[in-house]
């Protein structure tokens, strides 16, 4: 006996047996294409449009984590400039009180932080600085750190804003798609039984609704008859607010 894909598989491959068996179901007409106009249209067409609204939603979380990935890097940069400038104002010391006192631990104590806290910690740097002193240092020069340091922080905070919304309105859309697509798995699985009410024997309704038992015997997602229909639909690995950054060098280069 043949058997309807699981609620449990992937919500692209249920997507695509759903279309897969409408489409199969509409060019064999009369009353089966009949059965599954009534049973499924009503969930394609709500599976169209979250499926629309989830692939813009990833694209915009797409963008959105580039131009923070750029913030960030932007960010590192400056830190590592302002380190240098100031340690070379100094004559370039292995260590140095005031130094130490805004770079505790280097450029690695603004940088090497969890990506939530890198605008906070930049905040902190431009404060540390105004309020550390040494005699090559003048009033104008901490002046133009603490600036290059807040022309960094700014879009990155900003950036960061922007990417948050984002992947909540990613998570979102995915369990909106994700929702829909279940719900037409149920109604598929009404139909079948209605396909066998027409007299329709198991493997006439298998070749309507692609058979899940043969696609795995086939070998998995990546068999079956339609293919896959959104092998790259789903969300990449992108990196996560809250967890450190990869680790960068002492120098700010």
């Known amino acids: 006996m043949g058997s309807v ?11 695509e047996v759903l279309q897969v068996s409408s489409a199969r179901a509409t060019a064999r007409g009369g009353e089966v294409a009949a059965a599954a106009t009534a049973r499924l249209g009503v969930f394609l067409a709500a599976i169209a449009v979250v499926r629309s609204a989830s692939q813009a939603a990833k694209d915009a979380l797409i963008v959105a984590m580039a131009q923070w990935l750029v ?3 932007a960010a590192r940069v400056a830190v590592g400039s302002v380190f240098d400038e100031m340690r070379n104002a100094l004559g370039r010391p292995r260590r140095h009180p005031a130094l130490e006192a805004a770079f505790p631990s280097g450029p690695s104590t603004y940088t090497e932080v969890p990506r939530a806290v890198k ?67 149920r109604a598929l699985v009404v139909l079948k039984r209605e396909l ?8 006439q309704v298998h070749e309507i609704i692609p058979d899940e038992a043969t696609r795995r015997a086939a070998g998995g997602d990546s068999g079956g008859d339609a293919g896959t229909l959104a092998a ?7 990196p996560a607010f809250g967890t450190p950054a990869p680790a960068t060098s002492s120098a700010g280069s």
Do not use: C, F
């Open 119 to 185: 605008p906070t910690m930049l905040q902190l740097l431009t404060t540390r600085i105004g309020g550390t002193s040494a005699p090559p240092w003048t009033d104008a020069q901490r002046a133009e750190w603490s600036a290059q340091i807040e022309a960094a922080r700014v879009p990155l905070l900003a950036s960061g804003d922007t990417a948050a919304n984002a992947i909540a309105a990613h998570r979102m859309a995915r369990a909106n798609y994700a929702s829909a697509v279940r719900a037409g798995l």
């Open 196 to 203: 066998k009410y027409l007299g329709l024997t198991e493997a």
């Open 5 to 15: 894909v699981r609620e449990d598989a992937r919500v692209e491959r249920i997507d």
């Open 71 to 73: 913030a960030e890097d």
């Open 232 to 238: 790259a639909a789903t969300a990449p690995a992108l």
